[in-house]
């Protein structure tokens, strides 16, 4: 670039000496310097779902805002999955800096044990804005312990997405653990589900994401735990009778960086990332809600699937027998995971005491205002 300069910086010169018996006008126009080359940096995505779902919406509002904070100066190319492996190939990949970022979930915890947190049943509040809202919350999505787990495996986590609820899928009902007993349901390659699900009674069985369809088709598997976008975008419902709601977990999934390439951002570049994700939080909710419920009656229009969903008794049953797989999480992750469950569960404790508060107060509201309307009748009747 510089000799390209050089041979520039020349020919102006020699223009200039060569322009006695030209116009004055004529010399700012031949010496007139060639606009700036800008270098437009690419930044690549690894997704563990296709084209489509809440993690490619996720990944394409991300690259719209940092083109956008950037003034153009970085590009973001999304790479579904299938395009880079397997789910271990994208972490594996952006583990070493051959991509800068990618979405893990249940697999991540062969990685990251401590992110197995998020496989947990029965801990998050029954409201899923709320719970985006704790995620993402600074005090456990910026918590030292966590940030440590995955900058301890060359990873540093960005954001935490919630894709909605895991729904069960089978070619039963199932209503109680009695409906699991033998049932071989496909679980993430994750201890801590292969332990929850057995606490249930079923044999949890690891499969690779891009085998389950034939799986179920073949009677490999009796059942799948997926959020309702992915039973339909991989036709998992055309090969199972039923799909059971029991909002035992969500389906969340970490965003996160190579650790080494976020550090070494520039203060500009880092913000732009750090701002891009804050905006995303309620905008991916709305987007894991609508994709979810859009999928949800494309299922049911073009099947004969049946919906179950529990009741607050069914689902306690379940819930009962979830809780001694917290002390196996604590005692596969140690102290620092523990204390993250702990920080967790202390502010899901708290969301559900201030709903609670807002709600007796919105009811003594209603009350007080139904009271004085029936007062102001008898006034009027009085008189």
């Given at each position: 670039m510089?000799?390209r300069?050089?041979?520039?910086g020349?020919?102006a010169?020699?223009?200039?000496?060569c322009?006695?018996?030209?116009?004055?006008?004529?010399a700012?126009e031949?010496a007139?310097a060639?606009?700036?080359e800008?270098t437009?940096?690419?930044?690549?995505?690894g997704?563990?779902?296709i084209e489509?779902?809440?993690q490619y919406?996720?990944?394409?509002?991300f690259?719209e805002l940092?083109n956008?904070?950037t003034?153009?100066?970085?590009?973001?190319?999304?790479?579904?999955y299938?395009?880079?492996?397997g789910?271990?190939?994208?972490y594996?990949?952006?583990?070493a800096?051959?991509?800068e970022?990618?979405?893990?979930?249940?697999?991540?915890?062969g990685?990251?044990?401590?992110s197995?947190?998020?496989?947990?049943?029965f801990v998050?509040?029954?409201?899923e804005?709320?719970?985006?809202?704790?995620?993402?919350d600074?005090?456990?999505?910026?918590?030292?312990?966590?940030?440590?787990a995955?900058?301890?495996?060359?990873?540093h986590?960005l954001?935490?997405?919630?894709?909605?609820?895991?729904?069960?899928?089978?070619?039963?009902?199932?209503r109680?653990?009695e409906?699991?007993?033998?049932?071989?349901?496909?679980?993430?390659?994750?201890?801590?589900?292969?332990?929850?699900?057995?606490?249930?009674?079923a044999d949890?069985?690891?499969?690779e994401?891009?085998e389950?369809?034939?799986?179920?088709?073949?009677?490999?598997?009796?059942?799948?735990?997926?959020?309702v976008f992915a039973?339909?975008?991989?036709d998992?419902?055309?090969?199972?009778?039923?799909?059971?709601?029991?909002?035992?977990a969500?389906?969340?999934a970490?965003?996160?960086?190579?650790?080494?390439?976020?550090e070494?951002l520039?203060?500009?570049?880092?913000?732009?990332?750090?701002?891009?994700?804050v905006?995303?939080?309620?905008?991916i909710?709305?987007?894991q809600?609508?994709?979810?419920?859009e999928?949800?009656d494309?299922?049911?229009?073009?099947?004969?699937?049946?919906l179950v969903?529990?009741?607050p008794?069914?689902r306690a049953?379940?819930?009962?027998?979830?809780?001694?797989?917290?002390d196996?999480?604590?005692?596969?992750?140690?102290?620092r995971?523990?204390r993250?469950m702990t920080v967790?569960i202390?502010?899901?404790?708290?969301a559900?005491t201030?709903?609670?508060?807002?709600?007796?107060?919105a009811?003594?509201?209603?009350?007080?205002?139904a009271?004085d309307a029936t007062?102001e009748?008898?006034?009027?009747?009085?008189?």
């Amino acid at each position: 670039m510089k000799l390209r300069n050089g041979f520039i910086g020349m020919a102006a010169l020699a223009l200039a000496a060569c322009g006695g018996d030209e116009p004055e006008t004529a010399a700012p126009e031949t010496a007139a310097a060639e606009p700036a080359e800008t270098t437009v940096q690419t930044w690549r995505i690894g997704l563990e779902e296709i084209e489509g779902s809440v993690q490619y919406e996720y990944g394409a509002k991300f690259a719209e805002l940092i083109n956008e904070k950037t003034d153009g100066e970085v590009e973001v190319k999304l790479f579904p999955y299938g395009q880079l492996g397997g789910l271990t190939d994208i972490y594996d990949q952006v583990q070493a800096g051959a991509i800068e970022l990618a979405f893990g979930s249940g697999f991540l915890g062969g990685t990251v044990p401590e992110s197995q947190l998020f496989s947990l049943n029965f801990v998050l509040t029954d409201d899923e804005q709320t719970n985006t809202e704790i995620l993402n919350d600074p005090a456990f999505r910026q918590h030292p312990d966590l940030v440590e787990a995955f900058n301890e495996r060359d990873l540093h986590p960005l954001a935490i997405v919630p894709e909605g609820w895991q729904v069960w899928s089978a070619n039963k009902a199932i209503r109680t653990p009695e409906d699991f007993d033998g049932m071989a349901i496909r679980t993430m390659d994750n201890r801590l589900l292969r332990e929850t699900y057995s606490a249930y009674g079923a044999d949890p069985t690891t499969m690779e994401y891009g085998e389950l369809f034939s799986g179920m088709q073949l009677g490999q598997l009796d059942g799948n735990i997926q959020p309702v976008f992915a039973h339909q975008e991989m036709d998992f419902y055309q090969v199972q009778d039923y799909l059971i709601f029991a909002n035992q977990a969500q389906f969340i999934a970490t965003f996160m960086a190579n650790q080494d390439w976020y550090e070494g951002l520039s203060q500009e570049y880092k913000e732009a990332v750090d701002e891009s994700v804050v905006e995303l939080i309620p905008y991916i909710h709305d987007v894991q809600e609508r994709l979810n419920e859009e999928r949800l009656d494309i299922i049911t229009e073009n099947s004969d699937i049946e919906l179950v969903y529990l009741t607050p008794e069914e689902r306690a049953a379940f819930r009962e027998l979830s809780l001694p797989v917290r002390d196996t999480f604590a005692e596969m992750v140690g102290e620092r995971g523990a204390r993250l469950m702990t920080v967790l569960i202390d502010l899901v404790d708290e969301a559900e005491t201030q709903g609670a508060t807002e709600e007796e107060g919105a009811e003594m509201a209603e009350a007080t205002e139904a009271e004085d309307a029936t007062m102001e009748e008898t006034e009027a009747a009085v008189e």
